[in-house]
């Protein structure tokens, strides 16, 4: 055998092709990986391996790898097949691979995709107990002139105790952005169908899924097929012109944020041909918000069979050409029919959702001369179909919960004289609904109002802590922080701490003594409230017996074998005053998250979060109408 000093590899640029071709095809991460998965296919690989440094700065020492298990390349493979651009492997060696895959290659230049986010390219390959590593460096690529020949850098050629595959080590990475994994692995999912026990492909140890969302609508359904439409495995088959396609589109509940994923794809051979995209649907079509719900695929292998429809970076099909036309068409009268099904289905859905026992109750409750208007209001906001069951009932809560008050009563009215097939009128009516939320908050602001005078009436009459502060704390825990709202009482924590430091629960319940604490939770989250009576001072006691019940709770949590007891356990104690004496106890304890709060400076926060309502109040409604209704400043200044 020739040593590695004497034999060389030779890069031909065949078929008239410069230098250049193909390399700006593959510029994104997503495309030039996903050619690299294409090719580990044709070698009839069974398993992919990606490693990619996602979501970080790209630095010199950066390396993006693909491997596979597939049949890999002799040296002379290397030479006469891999490194000869524009060569059609179809046409010279079939339709099929050796392990009878079809074929995803066509054009012979997607070995130059790792140079679309690479500067240097390493491949490393394995066949029959030989391996071939080279090297190829774009930089002197592009110093050779046109139908010149360029040398890769060889870096091994011998024997070896190896199964097949081949590796591709991308270095000099050419991306400016750090690469989102979450993305990264959404956009590749719809860019292949051909995963499956045969042929898997992992994205640093994760599988790459067939593409899949959630959706709340979905074609083609029961009508489809008593409709006459053949129905495969969940997909839609029919025939387009003389070629036979299959196709699914689907609708999510709520618009799906990625740009990338929205429309329909069409695939050939299982492999993405032409990037989602409505067929050029143009304004006018009934349901065209739901744009930014639909995703679907189209299976088109005839684009991809007798003559290559494709354009050369699979983003794109050739659509002037007789062949494909007719799918166009047909893919732009789907788009339009599949719009208008999802509309009627998402009415169905809204209206279906307000039959609700609580809200017709509700309704029934309401005065004669306002019902009726409230029951057509809501039947006509279930009619927009951009609004979910969820928003649908939401707004449904508030009209009822409001409709006393004479703007919402007048919001109710244009909502029932607009016309229905003027949808984008009606929407903009409540899809734009900062009237009636804003309303909404000046109700609730007004009952917080209530709440802040009952506050400061307790502290001045000092009551006791016991029941009075309690109970208040216990309802309205955003006096103590507003965030706290989303917080409940548990008394599950409290039995705990009442079994290690007080009395039995028993004695508690026939009122022969009450805990000065008490506990909320939400989530893994859990607080533990220490409450003193207006005007007394906490000392050392108070504050030592505040440190015992939170650390105590966080070590029952720490030795617990059920996951819902694992919580993270925080503290506050409540008083007038703290002992002066006590001040570096207290920043002990603050460093270990118990916190010490005094009641004046509640008060004052509360009429703070009050007048900052009020303010939001003044600036959702420029001509001050609702502020007036809403504000008390005298009361609030009283209390």
């Known amino acids: 055998m020739a040593t590695t000093e004497s034999k060389k590899l030779t890069m031909k640029f065949a078929g008239g092709l410069v230098k250049h071709l193909g390399l700006q095809m593959y510029s994104g991460a997503v495309p030039a990986i996903a050619e690299l998965i294409a090719n580990s296919w044709d070698a009839d690989s069974e398993k992919v391996e990606i490693e990619f440094p996602f979501d970080k700065p790209f630095t010199s020492a950066s390396r993006i790898i693909v491997k596979d298990s597939g049949s890999g390349m002799t040296f002379d493979e290397c030479d006469e097949k891999y490194l000869v651009l524009g060569r059609d492997r179809r046409s010279i060696e079939g339709d099929k691979t050796a392990g009878g895959r079809r074929l995803l290659g ?3 230049i997607g070995k130059l995709a790792g140079f679309g986010i690479a500067n240097v390219v390493t ?18 690529i592009e110093k050779k002139q046109f139908g010149g020949e360029y040398n890769p850098v060889i870096l091994e050629n011998r024997t070896i105790d190896e199964g097949n595959g081949t590796e591709i080590i991308l270095e000099n990475i050419k991306l400016r952005r750090s690469v989102s994994e979450k993305q990264f692995y959404e956009s590749m999912r719809r860019r292949f169908a051909l995963t499956s026990d045969k042929f898997k492909v992992f994205v640093n140890g994760k599988e790459l899924q067939k593409f899949d969302v959630d959706l709340q609508f979905r074609f083609p359904n029961n009508d489809d097929e008593k409709n006459g439409i053949k129905v495969q495995n969940g997909w839609a088959v029919e025939k387009v012109g003389d070629n036979e396609i299959k196709w699914w589109i689907g609708f999510t509940q709520s618009p799906i ?23 050029d649907l143009a304004g006018g079509t009934t349901g065209q918000l739901g744009m930014r719900y ?7 292998d005839f684009l991809d069979d007798k003559e290559d429809l494709i354009t050369t970076d699979r983003a794109g099909i050739l659509w002037s050409h007789p062949v494909a036309e007719p799918l166009k068409i047909w893919g732009l009268e789907k788009i339009r029919q599949s719009l208008s099904r999802w509309v009627k289905l998402r009415e169905a859905a809204n209206l279906k959702e307000l039959d609700d026992d609580e809200l017709n109750e509700q309704i029934a409750g309401l005065p004669d001369d306002i019902r009726q208007h409230a029951a057509a209001a809501l039947k006509k906001i279930a009619q927009i179909p951009s609004l979910n069951e969820k928003q649908v009932v939401s707004l449904a809560e508030i009209v009822l919960d409001g409709i006393q008050n004479k703007h919402i009563l007048n919001l109710i009215h244009q909502i029932n004289t607009a016309d229905i097939e003027d949808r984008k009128k009606l929407f903009q009516l409540v899809s734009d609904w900062a009237l009636m939320d804003t309303i909404l908050m000046g109700i609730a602001v007004k009952g917080r109002l209530e709440v802040i005078k009952k506050f400061a009436k307790l502290l001045k009459e000092k009551v006791k802590e016991k029941p009075d502060m309690h109970n208040l704390l216990k309802k309205d825990l955003w006096l103590m922080d507003p965030a706290w709202d989303q917080f409940r009482y548990e008394h599950e924590l409290d039995r705990l701490l009442v079994e290690e430091f007080h009395a039995s629960e028993s004695d508690i319940r026939e009122g022969r003594r009450m805990p000065d604490f ?122």
């Open 106 to 108: 066509h054009k012979g």
């Open 123 to 140: 491949v490393r390959t394995v066949k029959n107990g030989q391996v071939t590593t080279f090297k190829m460096d774009y930089d002197e």
């Open 257 to 279: 944020p990625d740009e990338e994923l929205i429309g329909i794809s069409i695939l050939t051979r299982g492999k993405l041909a032409q990037t989602p995209w409505f067929f």
């Open 294 to 300: 639909m995703v679907g695929e189209i299976q088109a």
């Open 518 to 639: 008490f506990c909320i939770t939400s989530g893994t989250q859990a607080k533990v409230i220490e409450i003193k009576r207006p005007g007394d001072t906490a000392g050392k006691k108070e504050l030592q017996q505040i440190s015992d019940y939170v650390h105590f709770l966080r070590e029952y949590s720490h030795n617990t074998t059920d996951p819902q007891n694992n919580i993270d356990v925080e503290g506050t104690l409540i008083a007038s005053k703290i002992d002066s004496r006590q001040s570096e106890f207290v920043k002990t304890l603050r460093a270990s998250r118990i916190y010490v709060m005094d009641w004046d400076t509640l008060l004052r926060r509360a009429k703070s979060l009050y007048k900052n309502y009020l303010d939001l109040i003044v600036q959702r409604n420029p001509d001050g109408s609702l502020a007036k209704e809403f504000s008390d400043t005298e009361d609030l200044d009283g209390a």
